[in-house]
């Protein structure tokens, strides 16, 4: 899976819009763009995805450059349980070992 | 009730011990993952199974072993426990053939080995 640079942390108000970049210059055409997240003393969450549009559902929008270069996951309007770390994931469904690969994400502080 | 469950949620084990790592799944999912995760560093990927005759080393398989006894169970033993495998052990499903599927994560396994 090609590599993704995300900031370590990241800090935001309750109630505010939060933007999470994500570079991706090595994606290729078949990779999808994921984003998951990992609440304290939880297991991962799916947040979204997409492959060449921006996306909207329930939890958030996906951004996506027009050249695929960079993506930016759109929180709305950040409440304190958003604090989290934040995985920006790209995924090759072509073929080759299955799993997801994880760097070290970035890590959403939310303040009150 | 959870879609996917994993069993103990915390163990402590001694080093040289034998210890399995039990998950479930009631989603229906034909894809099953084993993944660890050390502190501050994100998961990775030590097995996974396509189906019940299908299973794959992933990054880090060395000093584990898995079983898929059925659709819905995937286990993970260390067959001889040793310090540095002290960890959160993460079980994951996902749907097989979907082109861009989402996987769905256990609340996880704390071990550790003393």
């Known amino acids: 899976d090609a590599k993704t640079t995300q900031p370590n942390s990241m800090e935001s108000n309750e109630e505010e819009p939060v933007h999470l970049p994500c570079n991706h210059s090595t994606i290729s055409g078949t990779d999808y763009i994921h984003w998951y997240r990992q609440l304290p003393s939880q297991g991962p969450e799916y947040v979204i995805h997409?492959?060449?549009s921006n996306v909207n559902n329930r939890m958030a929008s996906l951004a996506i450059a027009e050249d695929r270069k960079s993506s930016t996951l759109i929180l709305h309007r950040a409440t304190l349980r958003d604090a989290a770390v934040y995985y920006c994931i790209l995924r090759d469904v072509g073929g080759g070992a299955d799993g997801l690969t994880f760097g070290k994400g970035t890590h959403l502080i939310i303040q009150p | 009730d959870a879609d996917v469950t994993q069993t103990p949620r915390n163990r402590i084990t001694k080093t040289g011990k034998r210890i399995m790592l039990e998950c479930s799944q009631t989603k229906g999912h034909d894809r099953m993952y084993w993944y660890r995760q050390d502190p501050g560093l994100g998961l990775r990927l030590i097995y996974y199974?396509?189906?019940?005759?299908?299973?794959n080393k992933g990054e880090i398989s060395d000093g584990y072993s898995v079983s898929r006894q059925a659709q819905a169970k995937f286990s993970l033993s260390l067959e001889s426990a040793i310090p540095n495998q002290t960890a959160l052990y993460f079980c994951?499903?996902?749907?097989?053939?979907?082109?861009?599927?989402?996987?769905?994560f256990g609340p996880g396994t704390r071990l550790t080995v003393t």
């Open positions: 199974s396509f189906d019940v005759k299908d299973i």
């Open positions: 997409g492959l060449t």
């Open positions: 994951a499903t996902s749907p097989l053939g979907a082109p861009d599927y989402e996987q769905y």
